[in-house]
């Protein structure tokens, strides 16, 4: 029990002394809020409205030192007078050991101290400045001034440069002189905040009228000194060529006339100060004048060009149409004795007119310069087509001749390979009859006769009065493979005679022995000696055979591949 009451009463000990720090803390604090409120409560600011108030200002220069003036008066007698009863109820609630709520006090008391010095400052600052107008609004009138004499100076004197311009920049500076006068006016009242408007409104139109001086000499100078004497020597240079029998594809007249009717519209504008559609001008004058230079230096480039070339494509045009004729007697010969193909005759036919036309329209393009009626950028484009056409032609007639040639070498060839054919026919027919046989099958003699007329219409087709040698190379490749399949055929004749003869002959020792293999014996014969099947007579002895004895067959045809 002493011990709770111990504690209680160390509780009570602790936060007695915390309640003595808190006022001590607080009364610390209202002596500095107090000293605050005391440099604040001064009329620091009295000697320096008086001074204000001997500018006589006038207008808003006096508007704003009355608004400042009232807000500073009600700062000392209102506001200043509210902070320190704040102070005071604070210091009253401290010595009666109401720290907390104190405390609470000197908090806003705090905030009020702080915003009563920021709006004296606030005041201070303004009153500085408005003072300082003045002075201010006449270092600055004085630069302005100085920077428009010296702009309507470069104008004046140099207004060579601003060509349409310059009147549009004597108003503007007749603009700025006013601005000027009203200021020395407003000045001179005392109204200095007014005056300082007019001065930015001058400093702004001083700076424009700078900017403007930088766009308008290089606008001036293309539209007054670069354009007009590159006009002017294009159509100089125009009437010279007229003179000299040009002609041109294009109204270059008409075309000199609307650059310069835009050069004026751009000059006309220029005095408006219409900068984005002079500088859109100016770029089209110079496509359109770079347009016309193009027109004359191309056709003085194509006169040359033509008057070098002329000879050149003539001689080429006599070269490819004698080519043309020396294969047009070739022709003629060989269609004598061969039937040419369709698509080298068509392509030779269209060269002629080719031909023909090409000649046509050079003799045209010649008249024309000899006429002097020549637009010798088309006769020069007519050149090049010319020469790319002769080119395709002189490489076209070289295949044709070439395909000649090659018609010409397949009749060797398919000659040379027919004699071939016929004797290895002839070899088949004596392989065959060496066999001694008393008939061939009937799909052999029908191949071998097929394979005979084929070769036979060869030598038919290749002693024609006129020669296909597209048929006849085509036919030379199919008689070949049926060759080759008839020589395959007589292996395989020769091939199962002799086996069906071992195998008959072999079959001899079994045919009295077995009456169902004697049957098939007789058969086999049968097929061998009166029906001449010699591979179904293979077929049914050696079915027999392997019946009776197994791998006699095989053992039979390896006696004869050896």
């Known amino acids: 029990m002493s011990t709770i009451i111990i504690g209680i009463i160390i509780l009570i000990l602790v936060f007695l002394w915390y309640m003595w720090f808190l006022q001590k803390k607080n009364a610390g604090t209202l002596n500095s809020y107090k000293d605050r409120a005391d440099e604040l409560k001064e009329d620091r600011l009295n000697d320096r409205l008086k001074k204000i108030e001997e500018m006589k200002l006038a207008g808003a220069s006096r508007d704003q030192f009355s608004h400042l003036k009232s807000d500073y008066q009600k700062q000392l007698n209102e506001v200043v007078p509210e902070v320190l009863r704040q102070i005071r109820g604070a210091e009253y609630k401290n010595t009666q050991f109401k720290v907390f709520g104190s405390s609470k006090v000197l ?103 700078t900017d ?29 060529l007229i003179n000299q029998k040009y002609n041109f594809e294009e109204d270059v007249e008409s075309l000199i006339k609307d650059v310069q009717t835009s050069l004026d519209s751009a000059n006309s504008e220029l005095g408006e100060l219409n900068f984005d559609y002079v500088n859109n001008t100016n770029e089209e004058i110079s496509q359109n004048i770079d347009h016309l230079y193009d027109i004359l230096s191309i056709e003085m480039d194509a006169k040359r ?33 061969y039937i040419l193909a369709e698509d080298d005759t068509k392509k030779f036919k269209e060269n002629l007119v080719a031909l023909n036309d090409i000649r046509s329209r050079f003799d045209q393009d010649v008249q024309n310069i000899a006429d002097k009626n020549a637009v010798f950028s088309h006769a020069e484009s007519d ?58 099958p009937d799909d052999y003699l029908d191949y071998f006769y097929m394979v005979y007329d084929e070769i036979t219409k060869l030598y038919n087709e290749l002693d024609a009065e006129q020669i296909n040698m597209e048929d006849i190379s085509k036919q030379v490749i199919v008689t070949q493979e049926d060759l080759e399949n008839l020589v395959q055929k007589t292996t395989d004749l020769k091939m199962n005679v002799r086996l069906a003869e071992k195998l008959l002959q072999y079959a001899n020792r ?36 392997e019946r009776v004895e197994s791998g006699s067959v095989e053992r039979i045809k390896e006696t004869i591949n050896a």
Do not use: C
């Not at 403007?212 to 606008?219: A, N």
């Not at 060009?305 to 010969?333: C, E, G, M, P, W």
């Open 305 to 337: 060009s033509v008057l070098k070339q002329q000879k050149t494509v003539l001689d080429y045009i006599n070269h490819a149409k004698f080519q043309h004729n020396r294969l047009d007697s070739r022709i003629q010969k060989l269609t004598n004795d």
């Open 510 to 545: 079994y045919a009295d022995k077995d009456a169902d293999f004697a049957d098939q014996l007789t058969r086999a014969r049968a097929l061998f000696d009166d029906d001449y099947e010699y591979g179904k007579s293979v077929e049914t002895i050696s079915a027999a055979l």
């Open 383 to 440: 050149f090049r087509t010319i020469v790319k056409q002769l080119d395709d032609i002189e490489s076209s007639e070289k295949s044709i001749n070439d395909n000649f040639n090659q018609m010409i070498s397949s009749e060797r060839i398919a000659r040379n390979s027919v004699d071939k054919y016929a004797k290895r026919l002839e070899i088949q027919k004596k392989v065959v009859e060496q066999l001694r046989l008393n008939g061939l």
């Open 212 to 240: 403007q001086l930088k766009v308008i000499e290089p606008l001036h100078h293309d539209l007054n000194e670069v354009f007009p004497g590159q006009i002017e020597e294009i159509n100089s240079v125009y009437q010279k």
């Open 107 to 209: 908090k806003q008391v705090d905030q009020s101290l702080n915003d009563l010095k920021s709006k004296l400052d606030s005041i201070s600052d303004e009153l500085d400045e408005l003072s300082k107008s003045d002075e201010l609004n006449a270092t600055q009138s004085e630069a302005l001034q100085q920077t428009y004499e010296d702009l309507r100076k470069k104008i004046l004197t140099q207004s060579f440069n601003y060509g349409s311009a310059a009147d549009k920049l004597e108003d503007e500076l007749t603009e700025i002189a006013g601005l000027l006068d009203k200021e020395t006016q407003l000045t001179d009242k005392g109204d200095h905040i007014e005056a300082s408007q007019y001065l930015d409104d001058v400093k702004i139109k001083l700076g424009l009228i």
